[in-house]
């Protein structure tokens, strides 16, 4: 805790009866002229003053700070929590099970090891949707996610009792984040410190990268690898430079047919544009007030999909106003409005902070759109996605499917119909009851491929399946699931859909995974579930679903006819991540949507649709039916919400979030400060990182004789380096599984085995759709074993070259390692003996992550790239200058050599991305986990 009070800050704050102790931004000159995000660092900076390594510099240099200079001066951030949910908060209870053995062995105490700030995890990765459509879906795929997490499950209560302010909400509770703004926010903390209250700015980091989602209540946070949580939860500063920030003014009002899905993908495309990697992004202006909080959590949660460290929105009378609704005690939101007056936190449109760069948006100029088919960022304006998705369809089907040409149309009785007919039945949307096309024709001016399969589905409807068919259909992710607006939207159009007649496809998969229960309160008490469920849309569970990876398989008729006619099938999902390979193995093409949209792409049945100008379908009269025919108006939207949804929905909700249902409290626990690790387990194994280690450090070398493990394109996601979803029988993993006698249906997800590293290690760079330009035309987690010359696996590749000695390096593009603060993107990285990673851009997370791991992140001079300097990934590698390092400098570019098979060589000078004195001591202590055992251990 802090020691030292420079600026004489340190005073009192009276609210009602109570009496807090605050630290007086007001106290230090230039502060008040800072954007609202600069001010939380400066209040955290003062709090924490120590002498050493936080003082009274650190605090003047953001009250100078100068908003056109770059970013140069490290500063150390204290959060005032951390947020996990399970897929990243296992590994990081097993590294901290792990590490409370490592201190004893280096004589310290193992109690050591404990979250010094409240830390909470959410489990909501796990539920997988194999069941879906059907009134029992709910139950039977929470019957399954124990059954397929028992380990998982019994780990974390054990953690739960092991660590203190450690908590566990339960599975079937909600999505973290979520759960993080109706529940776990406190917009200010409150802390007793030596005997006296003190209140704080609600600050947090999260081992999710959606973390920023909390930024809708002017919480500052941000995702961040679980490495990097578990040191803040030890206690450990985040280090990181004073940043630029973008202040991003809103003017206006959101149209009408347009939602908050819609403004959140048009910022998103903005701000990706505009280059706000690393950089703070801060929303304001007098649109600010007209933004509700749902729609401002929404635009938070995109941060990590437009590269920024956080996406914030200061406090207001809306925040407020939240806060109540969500049964917030009052004393709490009393206490937030006279703090964020005190300190200069409130919202004031009159006054406009300095910012490093300026960007606008009139709200009121945004229409309807969708993104994809495998980024965020690549919105789609509505009315062209037709006709955007008949050129994209082209990258997807083989070259002799691509050439455009007309065709009669297809028959059922015809095995396959592979054309590009002048009428399309799938597109038009015209069947009977049964589902069966009824080949009432309409122009099809795209003339984009088409190979027409037919199918006959478990039930017995004969359909067809085409290139373009939207197969599955899902309103799942803390994106939007968060947002009152857009879910009763899309329980409106499913209501309008329903009583016009209509009905969704029958190929397609539909599915609901709301946020919270809270959602699903409100949709009984407006009578909406009805309608989603004669849509298809069931409650199939409280999780990020779909959008993690977890949609559970297609029905296998249509997985079947899929994957024997290489289909290029589609999935339309209200989340924020539609990566290649990420949402169902049999799907290539992803397309994030609005949840409304979600019931119109399910009704439709085909990306292949112009929603202006083609029905939907027929009212029983015969008249067509339109999507602006079933759209609600706002008003109508207003209305269900103010009927719909009440405190007391939150109250009771949220009233015993941590004790869970009798399947949790059911559990058997395991007892004792240190974990009794199961030799047999497949899901937790003691990790590898600490063996070996000692009280100093060995210093580190320079690299020499590395060779390429893969070289890999641009925008490169975690997901690409470790996939979340389904294991691949015949891969490394799933091979390694099936040893330990695992049968296929239980082999779970990459996800829920992230406490296991033996399996994490196989699946690095196993993404089905990862392209390794070492195999050209390969897809998947192959590559060139240069000691043979033999394709194989990426994983036995690796082994190969550990057994002869040899260290490896990466090659990239752009943006390598954008997505999730997926901590085993970096781990994975390391295990495999990857000593660094060369790429033209990195993206924020992941490049601190492979710090923490003790991978040299580098970047080719400004300008250059793997092809520019003629580098094809046969070359061996030496990276000198490392050793720099050893004497507490941090070199800014290190020199490459890399040398041909022929003699030849080509020499660069790398950029080292290691960009503060603390993530230097990270990588000199060989990972940031050792770095703060040895503190810990010298403490």
Known sequence: MSSVDSYRSKGTLEVGDASYEIYRLAAVPGVERLPYSLKVLAENLLRTEDGANITADHVRALAEWDPQAEPDTEIQFTPARVIMQDFTGVPCIVDL???????????GDPSRINPLAPAELV???SVQIDVAGRPDAFERNVAFEYERNFERYQFLRWGQTAFDDFKVVPPGTGIVHQVNIEYLARTVMTREVNGVLRAYPDTCVGTDSHTTMVNGLGVLGWGVGGIEAEAAMLGQPVSMLIPRVVGFKLSGSIPAGVTATDVVLTITQQLRQHGVVGKFVEFYGDGVAAVPLANRATIGNMSPEFGSTCAIFPIDDVTLEYLRLTGRADDQVALVEAYAKEQGLWHDPSQEPVYSEYLELDLGSVVPSIAGPKRPQDRIELTDAKKSFATTILDYVPDNEAAPYTAPLSSLDESVDETFPASDPIAAGHDDASGQPSHVAYDNTASRPHKRVPVTLADGTQTEIDHGSVVIASITSCTNTSNPSVMLAAALVAKKAVEKGLAAKPWVKTSMAPGSKVVTDYYEKAQMWPYLEKLGFHLVGYGCATCIGNSGPLPEEVSAAVNEHDLSVVSVLSGNRNFEGRINPDVKMNYLASPPLVIAYALAGTMDFDFANEPLGHAEDGTPVFLADIWPSPEEVQATIDQAIDRGMFTKDYADVFAGDERWQGLPTPVGDTFEWDADSTYVRKPPYFEGMTNEPEPVQDVTGARVLAKLGDSVTTDHISPAGAIKADSPAGRYLAEHGIERRDFNSYGSRRGN????IRGTFANIRLRNQLVPGVEGGFTVDHLTGEQTTIYDAAQSYAAAGIPLVILGG??????????WAAKGTALLGV?????????RIHRSNLIGMGVLPLQFPAGETAESLGLDGTEVFDIAGVTGLNEGVTPRT?????????GSVVEFDAVLRIDTPGEADYYRNGGILQYVLRSLVAS
């Open 123 to 125: 489990i909501d990765h």
């Open 835 to 843: 000593k660094a990673v060369i790429t033209e851009s990195f993206e």
């Open 97 to 107: 099970a792990t590490m409370r053995e490592a201190v004893a062995e280096l004589g």
């Open 757 to 760: 590293h033996e399996v994490m």
């Open 894 to 902: 290190l020199k490459v050599t890399a040398t041909k098979g022929d």
């Open 814 to 823: 752009k943006e390598y390692g954008s997505g999730s603060s997926r901590d």
